[in-house]
T-cell receptor, first 107, second 114 residues
Framework: GDSVTQKQGQVTLSEDDFLFINCTYS??????LLWYVQYPGQGPQLLLKVTTANNKGISRGFEATYDKGTTSFHLQKASVQESDSAVYFC??????FGTGTKLQVVP | DPKIIQKPKYLVAVTGSEKILICEQYLGHNAMYWYRQSAKKPLEFMFSYSYQKLMDNQTASSRFQPQSSKKNHLDLQITALKPDDSATYFC?????????????FGHGTKLSVL
């Protein structure tokens, strides 16, 4: 069945560091892929969405590129800020969320 | 103003009791969902509804029963509560249940079963 895999449970960075969160997927189709962010005490909210039509999503300085060859959908940001500290989930359709990556950015 | 309202925000229950978690959305969406989040399973899909009809049920236990009395309501009844049911329950909605639509989540109900 369809699945997504996030191997990094936690990432700790300093402000202005480069962020890379790994996400790979398995599916027989070419779906839309999504990244959600969850701040403490809140529900997840959509960060960005990528379809087969556009191949790349960009939002609030975050970027993800759909790579069918490696079946990956990694999340990147050039320079993180303390306010980016949150949990990041990649998702493949509403039934399939990754296990989440907790990002902690220290000043 | 929050567009998806979940009540209550916190809930404490005793083992064996029954509780109802309330969810209302004011986004005009046709699809609604329930998810559970705990330390063991970060974001676990439970149910999906479309136009008030149950479409997906990935909860093995019949103790969990969604109830849709109105188009914009999807409550979750949990019976015979167990300590393992302790988690935060999130309600979500989307315009349609196409599978790849953006979900809007509520702030969650944190359930503690003693």
């Amino acid at each position: 069945g369809d699945s997504v895999t996030q191997k990094q449970g936690q990432v700790t960075l300093s402000e202005d560091d480069f962020l890379f969160i790994n996400c790979t997927y398995s599916t027989t189709t070419y779906p839309t892929l999504l990244w959600y962010v969850q701040y403490p005490g809140q529900g997840p909210q959509l960060l960005l969405k990528v379809t087969t039509a556009n191949n790349k999503g960009i939002s609030r300085g975050f970027e993800a590129t759909y790579d069918k060859g490696t079946t990956s959908f990694h999340l990147q940001k050039a320079s993180v800020q303390e306010s980016d500290s949150a949990v990041y989930f990649c998702a493949l359709v509403y039934q399939r969320f990754g296990t989440g990556t907790k990002l902690q950015v220290v000043p | 103003d929050p567009k998806i309202i979940q009540k209550p925000k916190y809930l404490v229950a005793v083992t064996g009791s029954e509780k109802i978690l309330i969810c209302e959305q004011y986004l005009g969406h046709n699809a609604m969902y329930w998810y559970r989040q705990s330390a063991k399973k970060p974001l676990e899909f439970m149910f999906s509804y479309s136009y008030q009809k149950l479409m997906d049920n990935q909860t093995a236990s019949s103790r969990f029963q969604p109830q849709s009395s109105k188009k914009n309501h999807l409550d979750l009844q949990i019976t015979a509560l167990k300590p393992d049911d302790s988690a935060t329950y999130f309600c979500a909605s989307s315009q349609e249940r196409t599978g790849n639509e953006r979900l809007f989540f509520g702030h969650g109900t944190k359930l503690s079963v003693l």
